[in-house]
């Protein structure tokens, strides 16, 4: 709403006022939904809601709705999927002609002010659909009970997909990772050999996957997917050579050509992959570009930085980006979207608070911290939960969904971790306890959106990674944590329950499941857990600095102070582990089971 401010469109904001305003008037909806950084909505937003003409169709004719789809991702599911219906092409802008009661009857993506490319103009869009709406209602009523009883029935298919399953083996996870390398492109690296015009994206969450222990034991050759795909985005142009940040997605299947924006949760997961490449130049890079672009006043992680911006008083998309250092230093650079997303922060806060601990950065830790203590101060609810983002400091009214409270949640266990602060942990526990219904299910604590509920349009259940880890999964992955932690033994039980509902589809289609397998991985191999007490010497001894270094399933550095706050406040882990002989100790625990407590670097083992 605030980047079309100046639009001579009447926008509404989503809710249901807007509907009411068109039951009213007796016209259709246009929803618009797009996001801050996207190149083909300020296209839109110049071409034809910038037009005076354009805009004196849609107030007289139709209530015109803009939505962000970061701040409403809900919203943006269940219109994409009804969008389906009409377009086998789907992104953003995303255009949607709804009635009254929130039918959709008709979608598109970006039209253009003239037809053009086999794409009919926008004004003639308009005039079609006015001229459905007021000759042809009956047509116009049918397709849109249509669209929502298919939606339903979707719904109601997933609902009864699910089950107890078994969680899978080491086997089932080693065929997974041998089918998601078979999608390698052995030429250019990472996923897809097919249409070389066709658009080629990280896949972070499935690069993840394959850099998983038990897949490294079980499946060595298909392990190094992920490190080749790494270093082919790291020398291609899908990496700004001068700070380090990975663009969207490339154009072409050589990595060429990228979409010039730079998303938070893209880099934030290509950090983790950076770090467990052991790509220390990769990850140094990505962490500059989250901690001094990114990173907001308040604390917060932006959600992403814009492709374009202004260079000799025109709009240039990717203008910025090609030019060297020097040429940069006399531009503005591309405007960055300052919405906190809050599930988006727990991933940058996760993969910052991880690499500065492994990597001697103290510094990432610190601007993790910052970020989490915002997000914790401006987002938390009531009831537990969270709210989805927030801007300039004001909360939004969209509640957090499931993925921002496991996102979040597994960001601030990594957090706790390497502070030694039990109270990161708690508040992860607190956000996990919220989405746990007394059945055992998951809901997250704002429910679903108000307006979609109403209207019977709730979108399909989301689980499976899209360009971030599924809300049912990062549930899993916080749960897991929070067992490894020793916070009780119910933890295991909801995460193998996640993992076990949707082993089956996860193991079918492992590109669009590659947080679940992760999680599922985990599982099958005994955990390590590596508690060091330290002194408090200002400096990090010999035997801290290596068990940072150590391949573990967790690594908590803790005080006496710290191990006895832990254990105060439920987690076992830490329990009667205190420095000994006045020196920094090490609690080396596999599976609960803690070998001697060891003072020597030398004697820590692998």
């Known amino acids: 709403m605030r980047a079309h401010a100046a639009n001579p469109v009447a926008?509404?904001?989503?809710?249901a006022a807007a509907f009411a305003e068109a039951a009213r008037r007796d016209v259709p909806v246009m929803v618009s939904i797009g996001y801050s950084t996207c190149h083909w909505c300020h296209v839109m937003a110049r071409e034809s809601f910038s037009d005076p003409s354009i805009a004196a169709?849609?107030?007289d004719g139709f209530v015109a709705v803009k939505v962000d789809r970061e701040e409403h991702p809900e919203v943006d599911a269940a219109y994409m999927a009804a969008a389906a219906a009409f377009s086998p092409s789907l992104g953003w802008p995303l255009t949607v002609f709804t009635t009254p009661d929130g039918r959709p009857f008709y979608a598109g993506t970006y039209f253009p002010p003239e037809p053009r490319s086999g794409l009919p103009a926008f004004?003639?869009?308009?005039?079609?659909?006015?001229?459905?709406?007021?000759?042809?209602?009956?047509?116009?009523?049918?397709?849109?009970?249509?669209?929502?009883s298919a939606l339903a029935e979707v719904r109601s298919e997933a609902a009864r997909a699910d089950g107890e399953g078994a969680l899978p083996g080491e086997a089932d996870i080693a065929a997974a990772s041998t089918a998601l390398a078979r999608l390698e492109d052995t030429e250019y690296g990472g996923f897809g050999a097919g249409d070389p015009a066709a658009p080629k994206f990280p896949v972070a969450t499935a690069l993840r996957f394959l850099q998983d222990p038990l897949v490294r034991r079980a499946a060595p050759e298909t392990a190094a997917v992920a490190e080749r795909a790494l270093a082919a985005m790291a020398r291609s142009p899908l990496r700004d050579p001068v700070d380090g940040g990975f663009f969207r997605y490339a154009t072409r299947r050589d990595w060429t050509v990228p979409h010039y924006e730079r998303m938070l949760t893209d880099n934030a997961q290509l950090l983790e992959v950076a770090l467990d490449a052991g790509s220390d130049e990769v990850a140094r890079g990505v962490a500059g570009f989250l901690i001094d672009v990114l990173q907001q006043p308040s604390g917060g992680f932006g959600a992403a930085q814009?492709?374009?911006?202004?260079?000799?008083?025109t709009r240039s998309e990717g203008g910025y980006y090609v030019r060297d250092a020097a040429a940069r230093a006399a531009l503005a650079a591309p405007a960055v979207d300052g919405k906190i997303v809050t599930g988006w922060n727990g991933l940058a806060i996760g993969a910052l608070a991880r690499a500065g601990a492994r990597c001697g950065e103290p510094g990432w830790v610190s601007a993790a911290r910052w970020a989490a203590d915002a997000v914790i101060a401006q987002h938390r609810t009531d009831d537990g939960g969270v709210r989805r983002a927030s801007l300039d400091e004001?909360?939004?009214?969209?509640?957090?969904?499931?993925?921002?409270?496991?996102?979040?949640a597994t960001g601030l266990l990594a957090l706790a971790a390497a502070t030694g602060e039990a109270d990161y942990a708690l508040v992860a526990?607190?956000?996990?306890?919220?989405c746990i219904t007394d059945d055992g299910t998951l809901s997250a604590p704002g429910g679903n959106d108000e307006v979609l509920a109403a209207q019977g349009l709730l979108a399909p259940d989301a689980a499976s990674d899209a360009d971030e880890p599924s809300g049912e999964a990062s549930l899993a992955e916080a749960a897991r944590g929070l067992w490894m932690l020793g916070a009780g033994d119910r933890y295991r039980v909801v995460s193998t329950r996640i993992v076990g509902r949707r082993a089956a589809a996860a193991?079918?289609?492992?590109?669009?499941?590659?947080?679940?397998?992760?999680v599922a991985a985990g599982w099958v191999r005994t955990p390590r857990q590596l508690v060091v007490v330290r002194t408090d010497d200002a400096a990090p001894s010999s035997l801290e600095q290596s068990a940072r270094l150590a391949a573990t399933d967790v690594t908590v550095v803790v005080t006496d102070a710290q191990a006895a706050a832990w254990t105060a406040q439920?987690?076992?882990l830490c329990a009667a582990k205190s420095t000994q002989e006045g020196l920094t100790t090490a609690y080396d625990c596999r599976d609960f089971v803690c070998r001697l407590p060891v003072t020597d670097p030398a004697a820590l083992g692998t």
């Open 394 to 408: 004001i909360a939004s009214r969209a509640p957090g969904t499931l993925a921002d409270h496991g996102q979040l």
């Open 123 to 148: 004004a003639q869009v308009l005039a079609a659909v006015a001229d459905a709406w007021t000759q042809r209602r009956a047509q116009v009523d049918g397709t849109g009970a249509a669209i929502v």
């Open 570 to 572: 439920g987690f076992e």
């Open 429 to 434: 526990r607190e956000l996990v306890d919220a």
């Open 57 to 59: 169709i849609l107030d």
């Open 507 to 518: 193991l079918r289609a492992p590109m669009s499941h590659g947080t679940l397998l992760r």
């Open 306 to 313: 814009d492709s374009e911006s202004w260079i000799d008083g």
């Open 11 to 15: 926008w509404h904001p989503w809710g």
